[in-house]
């Protein structure tokens, strides 16, 4: 496949707001080596630009942000030991000029809102082709927000009819944290196998479980375990195993 090329940015304005020329530099975040060795190549076939530090992991990710200081991040959901939206917002708070790419395997309809909300600059899913992905990142660079067509009418049609279609779904009635125990629910996860995948209290995780029943208005348990399996399967995310790891 080929990558288009560019013309270098000669000038530009970092994400401390000063001008400076040379190449953009970009951090990838990704817990799966190949992948960031096909970012790392498709980056060096690329003017202008230079992979300056890669992480696995949240730990990693948020060292590299000190030390090699990138213009760009370019960053997976799903990672080792960690949710990808979590990390988005601690980013955020400590460097909030810097734009992040969201670059994923889940399904853009139910995800590219909410990692804009969580302080993304835009989603990409990993199907797409390098040159895409490019295209998304010289918008998000430019300070815009990235999604597709499809997104950008949805996002439009909320906010047109915002009496239509509101909060209905779980990812328009649930806080980030009650959405994750919530799929993890969809994967046969017991609480205490949630509150370690998620470093939190077994009593913090029945609180969660309580609050999704009466939000969603779940008459038991079993209803609200069906409806997550459910949900599991239509937005394609099938959860970190009781080990922490997540399937794509």
């Not at 000190?66 to 030991?81: E, F, G, S, W, Y």
């Not at 994923?104 to 302080?119: I, K, L, P, Q, T």
């Not at 295209?135 to 239509?164: C, M």
Request: net charge positive; proline share 4%; glycine share 6%.
């Amino acid at each position: 496949m080929s990558i288009m090329r560019t013309e270098p940015l000669r000038e530009r304005t970092t994400n401390r707001g000063t001008s400076q020329s040379g190449p953009v530099r970009v951090l990838v975040v990704d817990d799966h080596p190949l992948v960031r060795q096909a970012l790392r190549e498709t980056f060096s076939r690329e003017r202008g630009f230079e992979v300056c530090g890669e992480a696995a992991d949240r730990e990693g990710a948020l060292a590299a942000m000190a030390t090699c200081r990138p213009d760009l991040v370019i960053l997976d959901l799903a990672l080792k030991n960690a949710d990808g939206l979590d990390l988005i917002k601690d980013i955020r708070l400590c460097h909030p000029k810097t734009p992040i790419l969201v670059l994923s395997m889940y399904d853009e309809s139910h995800f590219a809102e909410r990692v804009v909300r969580a302080g993304a600059n835009g989603y990409v899913s990993k199907q797409e082709a390098p040159a895409v992905l490019m295209k998304a990142v010289r918008k998000v660079l430019g300070g815009e927000i990235y999604w597709t067509e499809k997104v950008a009418a949805q996002v439009a049609s909320k906010a047109v009819r915002p009496g239509l279609g509101r909060r209905t779904l779980p990812r328009d009635l649930l806080s980030e944290r009650e959405l994750q125990v919530f799929e993890f629910v969809g994967t046969g996860a017991s609480t205490s196998q949630i509150a370690a995948a998620l470093h939190i209290d077994v009593s913090t995780v029945e609180t969660h479980r309580t609050r999704i029943k009466e939000k969603m208005q779940y008459g038991s348990a079993v209803q609200m375990l069906q409806a997550a399996i459910l949900w599991n399967q239509a937005t394609r995310v099938l959860g970190p195993d009781p080990e922490g790891r997540r399937e794509r």
